[in-house]
């Protein structure tokens, strides 16, 4: 399943932009929560006054506002322009609108914000988190203040105080990072199979995948057995296809990681971008989401500190599926209302009788359905096709779901069976699903 693996998470724009300065408020710092959703980082963000939710990308240039979800906002100086990025054609048409007043959390305001508006409905990837995303928002949050990302708390604090911000480095890791094109590349040890090899790879929080490899740029690469054929995601110009496998071992200096899942984009997904010199490819969230992260831009670092998640293991969607949200359903939930009726006992003392009475309640809940089934996979050998209906798993109402824990049922262990209820031209099928990962990794 591919489900946000890299839902067209990679953005290549040129600095159309003046730049953009947010400032900070508060004299010390500033916290902002944020929702966590397949280790992506979801943040509020209020621009000319309409509240939003953008994804925090550290590997796009501009900020990007594509769904606007029934809610209205008034742009300033708008003109029309053409993009280009990841995907199969060249250019989607757009506007840039300047001088906007953007917000995010309490005391991170830009006053003169250019946002990026795509026209193209296609390019919008909230059916696939489960919850109304509007847009990007990438290096101009980063590029000013010291920038800390706890994965464990789901807060991110953004420091204006050097002495508050020098004793809380000193418990990280510090690598050095260089900004070039407006995105930060760090340098890691790439182990495909059994040699290092030192490498250049973009940190990219809008990747969810763990690792991407640009195999046409590393000199002499073979693609680990077991892969697969694979969709990837889709970039701003049409959907991304490639390979997935894992490679040996990343390492990011004393940090370890065994048998990463890598995805291995086809050469024509890349053919029309203009990479920084000598980049192999990325590391995504699914690295990062193992440490609190500190991004600091001025001084070109990035530090690092071990979480709880570090030693999770990297887990694959094993059952081919891939799950959107469809819009939503009414659906009846049975309620329980107790009542109490007054009565007297034999000696004239009133007691109090309890008796429970039920009645239905209608309540708006998510619709999932299939919006792919990997050939091969365990989902296409059970029957189960595009456009099908979820209704349950395990026996559990796919409407009290979130799309994270629907996805999570699909990377338990080989072997695990899941029970599914789908609807089919209006027929309800009971379906039992093995979960196989196709691409463990052999030596």
Same mark, same amino acid.
């Given at each position: 399943?591919?489900?946000?693996?890299?839902?067209?998470?990679?953005?290549?724009?040129?600095?159309?932009?003046?730049?953009?300065?947010?400032?900070?408020?508060?004299? +010390?710092?500033?916290?902002?929560?944020?929702?966590?959703?397949?280790?992506?980082?979801?943040? $509020?963000?209020?621009?000319?006054?309409?509240?939003?939710?953008?994804?925090?990308?550290?590997?796009?240039?501009?900020?990007?506002?594509?769904?606007?979800?029934?809610?209205?906002?008034?742009?300033?100086?708008?003109?029309?322009?053409?993009? !280009?990025?990841?995907?199969?054609?060249?250019?989607?048409?757009?506007?840039?609108?300047?001088?906007?007043?953007?917000?995010?959390?309490?005391?991170? =305001?830009?006053?003169?914000?250019?946002?990026?508006?795509?026209?193209?409905?296609?390019?919008?990837?909230?059916?696939?988190?489960?919850?109304?995303?509007?847009?990007?928002?990438?290096?101009?949050?980063?590029?000013?203040?010291?920038?800390?990302?706890?994965?464990?708390?789901?807060?991110?604090?953004?420091?204006?105080?050097?002495?508050?911000?020098?004793? +809380?480095?000193?418990?990280?890791?510090?690598?050095?990072?260089?900004? &070039?094109?407006?995105?930060?590349?760090?340098?890691?040890?790439?182990?495909?199979?059994?040699?290092?090899?030192?490498?250049?790879?973009?940190?990219?929080?809008?990747?969810?995948?763990?690792?991407?490899?640009?195999?046409?740029?590393?000199?002499?690469?073979?693609?680990?057995? $077991?892969?697969?054929?694979?969709?990837?995601?889709?970039?701003?110009?049409?959907?991304?296809?490639? +390979?997935? !496998?894992?490679?040996?071992?990343?390492?990011?200096?004393?940090?370890?990681?065994?048998?990463?899942?890598?995805?291995? $984009?086809?050469?024509?997904?890349?053919?029309?971008?203009?990479?920084?010199?000598? *980049? =192999?490819?990325?590391?995504? !969230?699914?690295?990062?989401?193992?440490?609190?992260?500190?991004?600091?831009?001025?001084?070109?670092?990035?530090?690092?500190?071990?979480?709880?998640?570090?030693?999770?293991?990297?887990?694959?969607?094993?059952?081919?599926?891939?799950?959107?949200?469809?819009?939503?359903?009414?659906?009846?939930?049975?309620?329980?209302?107790?009542?109490?009726?007054?009565?007297?006992?034999?000696?004239?003392?009133?007691?109090?009788?309890?008796?429970?009475?039920? *009645?239905?309640?209608?309540?708006?809940?998510?619709?999932?359905?299939?919006?792919?089934?990997?050939?091969?996979?365990?989902?296409?050998?059970?029957?189960?096709?595009?456009?099908?209906?979820?209704?349950?798993?395990? =026996?559990?109402?796919?409407?009290?779901?979130?799309?994270?824990?629907?996805?999570?049922?699909?990377? &338990?262990?080989?072997?695990?069976?899941?029970?599914?209820?789908?609807? *089919?031209?209006?027929?309800?099928?009971?379906?039992?699903?093995?979960?196989?990962?196709?691409?463990?990794?052999?030596?």
């Amino acid at each position: 399943m591919k489900f946000l693996k890299i839902i067209f998470l990679f953005f290549f724009l040129g600095a159309f932009s003046q730049e953009a300065a947010f400032k900070i408020t508060n004299p +010390k710092k500033t916290v902002i929560p944020f929702q966590l959703i397949n280790n992506l980082v979801f943040v $509020p963000v209020n621009i000319n006054g309409a509240d939003l939710t953008f994804l925090l990308d550290s590997g796009v240039n501009e900020t990007i506002l594509f769904s606007l979800d029934q809610k209205e906002v008034n742009f300033n100086e708008v003109e029309k322009i053409k993009f !280009s990025g990841l995907g199969e054609s060249l250019d989607i048409e757009g506007l840039k609108s300047e001088n906007n007043t953007v917000n995010i959390g309490h005391d991170y =305001k830009d006053d003169h914000h250019t946002v990026f508006i795509i026209l193209d409905e296609s390019i919008n990837f909230s059916s696939h988190v489960g919850i109304p995303v509007n847009g990007i928002i990438g290096y101009h949050f980063f590029k000013d203040h010291p920038i800390e990302i706890n994965y464990s708390t789901q807060k991110i604090t953004i420091f204006n105080n050097e002495k508050i911000y020098n004793r +809380k480095q000193k418990k990280f890791t510090k690598f050095p990072i260089t900004i &070039e094109g407006n995105k930060p590349y760090m340098m890691a040890d790439v182990e495909i199979t059994t040699i290092k090899t030192p490498s250049k790879l973009l940190i990219d929080l809008g990747n969810s995948d763990a690792v991407w490899l640009f195999p046409k740029l590393i000199e002499n690469f073979q693609y680990n057995r $077991p892969n697969i054929d694979d969709y990837l995601g889709r970039g701003f110009n049409g959907d991304i296809f490639g +390979k997935r !496998s894992r490679i040996h071992a990343l390492y990011l200096g004393k940090f370890a990681f065994q048998q990463p899942l890598t995805a291995m $984009p086809e050469e024509y997904s890349i053919q029309n971008l203009k990479l920084v010199p000598n *980049r =192999k490819g990325s590391i995504g !969230s699914d690295i990062l989401r193992r440490f609190t992260v500190i991004f600091n831009y001025p001084d070109q670092k990035i530090l690092l500190k071990k979480n709880k998640h570090f030693d999770d293991p990297f887990q694959f969607n094993s059952s081919g599926l891939d799950i959107q949200q469809d819009g939503m359903t009414w659906e009846k939930d049975l309620v329980m209302i107790e009542t109490k009726k007054n009565s007297r006992n034999d000696e004239g003392k009133p007691i109090s009788d309890s008796r429970e009475k039920f *009645r239905y309640n209608f309540v708006l809940k998510p619709k999932f359905t299939v919006a792919g089934c990997r050939k091969d996979s365990p989902c296409f050998v059970a029957g189960i096709r595009k456009n099908d209906q979820l209704i349950s798993i395990n =026996k559990k109402t796919v409407g009290d779901m979130s799309m994270q824990r629907i996805n999570d049922y699909f990377k &338990e262990d080989d072997g695990k069976k899941i029970y599914l209820e789908i609807e *089919r031209n209006d027929q309800i099928l009971n379906i039992i699903l093995t979960l196989e990962d196709p691409i463990p990794y052999q030596k």
